[in-house]
């Protein structure tokens, strides 16, 4: 299926095609006044016909019936023209983008926090900017240092370092099949970079004392002290790479919230940017994802042509060589989903389809116990919707992964706007699920 994302306003709103580094920052884009709109089309052709107008999509998911609903963002000047439109609006999500954009709260604790200690509880109240999230890695690798050390899969558009931390048991590190995870590849979904302080759990539990909250006694148990833990890291190597695209998350945060692509810059057209998780070689150039490439489904010229993509391929079958993949997640935000492969296809299944739809019930169980939250599960192409040349395609298929998967996080009343409050709730449950997870490995 057809995904058409324009963001044709925002060339309107005056940003810079391209961003290097040693350049200015464009202006940043507002979204005052923005509505958010679910609507439930009658067909495909309703969807693309509200692009005409520029309209932003935000999200779409497959709903039980095989109906779909539909996130749209609406310009102040555009919300008489879409409301007049009749697009069978199923709710209002937000009544002013802008606003909610101003409340996420984006604090930094290098000015605050002790050198080289790992922040409390508090560091869950707020997002954070790139530069704490690169130095949080390595307070957790100083925290650990006989069992973990900082890697670089590679470099971003924009000279960033693709970057992120290995941890390993008594067995020694490169030593048993790998867990890998990966997240931010699309940019505005910033939940997705919070999961990994679920790796807080390999610390001793005397670097975290002073924490009094019961999710140091019901997760961070610590290495050594919890039977489970313990299990996981001596019998997995895990490799953890949080944010993919360190440029598009960047620019998230300086100009664009919106922002998913990466920041690539092309010579044959003035469109900035590539859908990573369209641009790995399995499915490539398939439905569910554009040639185009002013579309936020732009797959790029050819398989891997984004230096992230290809980075992230290299680091894949270097894993896959190594001592193979038991369990890859690309952790996305928003549709609180565990999509199995394939994507790229509705109709073929791996070899081990089976073992995987059990496991993710499972997890699915298990995610619901705190909070009672919902996440469905199966191929992705049936229960979100088609996206060929992703990440878990590839994953699975060239690096032999047991299980390749794609998570979608909180949530579906908030979208990518998800109040600071629900971090943590979101890490919680995520746990419960992983808990479930490694208990069956």
């Avoid at 200690?117 to 560091?123: I, Q, R």
């Avoid at 895990?238 to 100009?255: A, E, I």
């Avoid at 891997?304 to 193979?324: I, S, V």
């Avoid at 995987?356 to 979100?384: M, R």
Wanted: overall charge negative.
């Amino acid at each position: 299926m057809k995904l058409v994302h324009r963001l044709t306003l925002l060339a309107v709103a005056g940003f810079a095609l391209t961003s290097p580094l040693d350049k200015p920052a464009p202006a940043k884009v507002s979204y005052d006044g923005y509505k958010v709109y679910r609507v439930s089309p009658s067909s495909d052709d309703d969807i693309d016909k509200a692009f005409d107008t520029a309209f932003i999509e935000l999200h779409r998911r497959r709903e039980e019936g095989g109906t779909w609903a539909v996130d749209i963002a609406v310009a102040p000047d555009d919300i008489a023209a879409f409301e007049a439109a009749r697009y069978n609006v199923v709710s209002i999500l937000s009544h002013d983008l802008g606003a909610d954009f101003a409340a996420e709260t984006v604090v930094s604790v290098s000015k605050t926090k002790k050198e080289g200690a790992l922040p409390g509880l508090e560091w869950f109240d707020a997002y954070h900017p790139y530069a704490d999230h690169v130095k949080y890695w390595a307070d957790l690798h100083a925290a650990f240092p006989d069992n973990s050390e900082l890697i670089v899969a590679g470099t971003s558009f924009e000279g960033r370092p693709v970057q992120g931390i290995h941890l390993w048991g008594r067995s020694g590190k490169d030593s048993k099949p790998a867990i890998f995870f990966n997240g931010n590849v699309h940019a505005r979904e910033w939940i997705t970079s919070m999961v990994r302080y679920i790796l807080v759990l390999y610390v001793p539990l005397d670097v975290l004392r002073g924490v009094v909250e019961y999710i140091l006694y019901q997760i961070v148990t610590g290495y050594g002290s919890d039977e489970l833990v313990q299990k996981v890291l001596d019998n997995y190597d895990f490799y953890v790479l949080p944010v993919v695209n360190p440029d598009g998350f960047v620019y998230t945060q300086t100009t664009n919230r919106l922002w998913r692509k990466n920041r690539q810059t092309r010579s044959n057209t003035a469109a900035v940017g590539t859908d990573i998780n369209r641009n790995w070689a399995v499915g490539w150039g398939g439905d569910g994802s554009s040639p185009n490439p002013s579309s936020e489904t732009f797959s790029g010229f050819a398989p891997h042509d984004t230096p992230e993509t290809a980075a992230l391929a290299a680091f894949t079958q270097k894993l896959r060589d190594l001592h193979g993949i038991k369990l890859y997640v690309d952790w996305h935000s928003y549709a609180q989903t565990i999509l199995l492969s394939y994507g790229y296809t509705c109709t073929d299944f791996p070899p081990n389809y089976d073992e995987q739809y059990d496991l993710a019930e499972g997890i699915a169980k298990a995610i619901a116990k705190p909070y009672n939250t919902t996440f469905e599960y199966g191929s992705g192409c049936l229960v979100l919707y088609q996206s060929s040349g992703n990440g878990r395609d590839y994953v699975t298929d060239v690096g032999k992964a047991q299980f390749g998967w794609g998570i979608e996080l909180r949530d579906t009343q908030y979208g990518f706007v998800l109040p600071p409050e629900q971090i943590l709730p979101s890490g919680i449950e995520i746990w419960e699920g992983l808990k479930y997870a490694w208990s069956r490995f």
